[in-house]
């Protein structure tokens, strides 16, 4: 079945860096478009990053522009997020997401498969 | 960016009856060269990820239950559950995924009255 599995969270101090993984089973990764979204503690879903099947076609939220940077290594079926100058509002459920089937026409697609999640607390 | 704003924020709502969420987006989301509304939901419940129950605005996921319907077009959607059950407590929110960013509505928490 598919599964998508994060790694990496923890509590670093504001100014640090932090990478996630996101190691996928279960299905092709190649042909699929992926997403990373967080929720803060007690709060809704935001939107973070989002990459193309070729990882080329990268996009982010305003918030993490310049700072956070999405990847993936599609030999290895794993996504990454490599999240440098963490600041306190980064503090949140890191969740790895796959695209529906298809090419979008338009947008994206919606996020048909999500992992568990892996926390991120920044903090002095 | 397209804001979504989902009514209303809480609903308590007796089991075996119609709990309905509204969603409404800042503009469009309707994909005029393929008629598609680029709208779906999502179920959360307490300590789990989300869950994908509808997606361009009607479409039932697989394996989600028939009780769960989504309906509206352009820029108003309702997810409508038509019997309440005890297992549909949680949080549900609506998504576009039109144009990036992609943007949750601010969710939606049902509970049993």
């Known amino acids: 079945q598919v599964q998508l599995v994060e790694s990496g969270g923890g509590v670093v101090q504001p100014g640090r860096s932090l990478r996630l993984s996101c190691t996928v089973s279960?299905?092709?990764?190649?042909?699929?478009?992926m997403h990373w979204v967080r929720q803060a503690p007690g709060k809704g879903l935001e939107w973070v990053a989002v990459i193309g099947y070729d990882g080329i076609n990268k996009d982010y939220a305003d918030s993490v522009k310049g700072r956070f940077t999405i990847s993936r290594d599609n030999s290895k079926n794993t996504l990454y997020l490599q999240m440098n100058s963490l600041r306190d509002e980064d503090t949140a459920v890191y969740y790895c997401a796959r695209d529906g089937p298809g090419r979008p026409a338009a947008g994206t697609l919606y996020f048909q498969h999500w992992g568990q999640g892996t926390l991120v607390t920044v903090s002095s | 960016d397209i804001v979504m704003t989902q009514s209303p924020d809480s609903l308590g709502v007796s089991l075996g009856e119609r709990a309905t969420i509204n969603c409404k987006s800042s503009q469009s989301v309707l994909y005029s060269s393929n008629n598609k509304n680029y709208l779906a939901w999502y179920q959360q419940k307490p300590g789990q990820p989300p869950k994908l129950l509808i997606y361009w605005a009607s479409t039932r996921e697989s394996g989600v239950p028939d009780r769960f319907s989504g309906s509206g077009s352009g820029t108003d959607f309702t997810l409508t559950i038509t019997s309440l059950q005890p297992e549909d407590v949680a949080v549900y929110y609506c998504q576009h995924y039109y144009l990036t960013p992609p943007a949750f509505g601010q969710g939606t928490k049902v509970e049993i009255k």
């Open positions: 279960g299905f092709a990764f190649s042909p699929y478009g």
